[in-house]
């Protein structure tokens, strides 16, 4: 538990729920990942923008209890869970 918190510490782990779709995502990601239910938009260059949008009432400390209480997931588990989701992957 103790080590769980001290990594959401960082501000780069900070995870956020997506309004349209429910995933989770860094604020890095957000920039980089595409939304499959976002409005789409194209923009003056003719890309094509789906961007996460931030849930403001989603909770990350309900959001853990979620999964440890009802859920009944070990510590660990959380823990690789939150971590799984921080991780960027770029094809080169």
């Known amino acids: 538990m ?5 990594f959401l510490e960082n501000e780069s782990n900070n995870l956020y729920m997506c309004n349209y779709c429910n995933k989770l995502f860094t604020q ?10 976002a409005k789409v938009f194209i923009d003056f260059h003719g890309a094509i923008i789906a961007n996460h949008v931030f849930d403001r009432g989603f909770d990350i400390k309900k959001f853990i209890n979620y ?14 869970k939150i971590y799984s989701h921080t991780l960027d992957f770029e094809c080169k």
């Open 2 to 6: 103790k080590k769980l918190y001290l």
């Open 28 to 37: 890095k990601q957000q920039e980089n990942l595409v939304c499959p239910k």
């Open 67 to 80: 999964m440890k209480n009802t859920i009944k997931l070990s510590w660990k588990q959380i823990y690789w």
